[in-house]
């Protein structure tokens, strides 16, 4: 490694800075970092070489290598866009320093990961040192985020996104004619959805499942949906049996063959829309699936059932006692109770109030 990019760090001052402002590496994450668990998945998952921290919160993830083609960079985006942490990642090569926004949606493909907003500025090491100097402050300032305000929208960020879409498909597959699934069928359908996704994604069951399911030619839900009709009801409501046995959950204890039995092409045809990654509620589509639920954080699950379950039926979830912890606020409590502990990879620990 050339000694310009060996000494990434001092074109942003960070030379000096230690945990928990500037994390350089997993082994810096002891007591008092905020946020441990995510910036360890950053570290490992990602790969990257440094984070800034912000009151005890990542703000800017930092990768550097010799260079970055475009293929990496549009995967790297993606998976940072879903992990949903930093809302700021900066690449580091050579001769350049390019700073992406973690609220603009990935890129497809056949689309340049340097529009739409994702590529925030680009800057040169040698010819703009000073503003690189000066990058670190400015986020910490808050400058950084009001003068690129257009890269920084909060609706664009993967949990609501994720969330929006959800809600434009349950409102579309309620509107369907001749459909007879109330509201709560609805939302444990799509909450199925999304935890048989996470599943495929994270490799906890693949297509040997499927097929262990009746699902033969599928190796993925998006496949199996598009086709619609009775096979595709079938494998799919196989699946939902399979899982509820293996897993025991409360998502799976409705009546699946009377619900199956209400579940039409117009259905799945919404259903298909979805998981092909199209805009549900304009009606207009991309056909690109930018959701990857290895790097989404669980907490992001848990706002979808928190959501669809207060949307469908408050009384019911007043009388459960069906609260889910705010993620802000489950941080706090952790970094508290562990403070002084050290790294966890070693420990067990007992949750008596923990939930489904």
Not at 150 to 165: A, E, G, T, Y
């Given at each position: 490694?050339?000694?310009?990019?060996?000494?990434?760090?001092?074109?942003?001052?960070?030379?000096?800075?230690?945990?928990?402002?500037?994390?350089?590496?997993?082994?810096?994450?002891?007591?008092?970092?905020?946020?441990?668990?995510?910036?360890?998945?950053?570290?490992?998952?990602?790969?990257?070489?440094?984070?800034?921290?912000?009151?005890?919160?990542?703000?800017?993830?930092?990768?550097?290598?010799?260079?970055?083609?475009?293929?990496?960079?549009?995967?790297?985006?993606?998976?940072?866009?879903?992990?949903?942490?930093?809302?700021?990642?900066?690449?580091?090569?050579?001769?350049?320093?390019?700073?992406?926004?973690?609220?603009?949606?990935?890129?497809?493909?056949?689309?340049?990961?340097?529009?739409?907003?994702?590529?925030?500025?680009?800057?040169?090491?040698?010819?703009?040192?000073?503003?690189?100097?000066?990058?670190?402050?400015?986020?910490?300032?808050?400058?950084?985020?009001?003068?690129?305000?257009?890269?920084?929208?909060?609706?664009?960020?993967?949990?609501?996104?994720?969330?929006?879409?959800?809600?434009?498909?349950?409102?579309?597959?309620?509107?369907?004619?001749?459909?007879?699934?109330?509201?709560?069928?609805?939302?444990?359908?799509?909450?199925?959805?999304?935890?048989?996704?996470?599943?495929?994604?994270?490799?906890?069951?693949?297509?040997?499942?499927?097929?262990?399911?009746?699902?033969?030619?599928?190796?993925?839900?998006?496949?199996?949906?598009?086709?619609?009709?009775?096979?595709?009801?079938?494998?799919?409501?196989?699946?939902?049996?399979?899982?509820?046995?293996?897993?025991?959950?409360?998502?799976?204890?409705?009546?699946?063959?009377?619900?199956?039995?209400?579940?039409?092409?117009?259905?799945?045809?919404?259903?298909?829309?979805?998981?092909?990654?199209?805009?549900?509620?304009?009606?207009?589509?991309?056909?690109?699936?930018?959701?990857?639920?290895?790097?989404?954080?669980?907490?992001?699950?848990?706002?979808?059932?928190?959501?669809?379950?207060?949307?469908?039926?408050?009384?019911?979830?007043?009388?459960?006692?069906?609260?889910?912890?705010?993620?802000?606020l489950a941080e706090t409590t952790l970094d508290l109770a562990?403070?002084?502990?050290?790294?966890?990879?070693?420990?067990?620990?007992?949750?008596?109030?923990?939930?489904?």
């Open positions: 490694m050339s000694r310009l990019l060996h000494d990434w760090r001092s074109d942003f001052g960070l030379e000096d800075w230690a945990p928990p402002r500037f994390i350089g590496s997993a082994a810096d994450l002891g007591a008092g970092v905020g946020q441990a668990n995510a910036l360890r998945r950053a570290f490992t998952e990602l790969h990257i070489d440094g984070a800034f921290c912000l009151n005890d919160s990542p703000v800017i993830y930092f990768k550097a290598a010799k260079h970055f083609d475009n293929n990496q960079v549009r995967l790297l985006h993606r998976q940072f866009w879903n992990q949903g942490i930093s809302p700021i990642l900066v690449l580091v090569d050579e001769s350049d320093v390019r700073v992406y926004s973690g609220l603009a949606t990935p890129a497809r493909e056949t689309d340049s990961i340097d529009e739409q907003n994702r590529l925030v500025i680009t800057l040169k090491r040698v010819a703009q040192a000073q503003e690189l100097r000066q990058l670190v402050l400015s986020v910490e300032s808050g400058q950084f985020f009001r003068v690129h305000a257009r890269s920084f929208d909060p609706s664009q960020r993967v949990d609501k996104r994720l969330l929006q879409n959800l809600r434009a498909t349950r409102e579309a597959m309620g509107r369907v004619a001749g459909g007879h699934l109330n509201p709560q069928t609805l939302d444990a359908l799509l909450c199925r959805i999304v935890f048989a996704c996470y599943l495929l994604d994270r490799k906890v069951i693949d297509p040997g499942y499927l097929r262990s399911c009746g699902i033969e030619d599928a190796s993925d839900l998006r496949v199996l949906v598009a086709d619609s009709g009775t096979e595709a009801v079938t494998g799919l409501y196989g699946l939902f049996k399979r899982l509820g046995q293996d897993f025991n959950g409360d998502l799976f204890s409705d009546d699946l063959d009377a619900e199956a039995e209400a579940i039409t092409d117009d259905h799945l045809r919404v259903l298909s829309r979805f998981l092909a990654g199209a805009d549900v509620e304009s009606g207009q589509g991309t056909l690109f699936w930018p959701y990857d639920f290895a790097f989404i954080p669980i907490e992001t699950i848990s706002a979808i059932y928190e959501h669809f379950l207060s949307a469908s039926d408050r009384t019911a979830k007043k009388k459960k006692g069906a609260f889910y912890t705010p993620r802000f562990l403070d002084g502990i050290g790294s966890l990879l070693d420990k067990r620990f007992l949750d008596p109030a923990c939930g489904s």
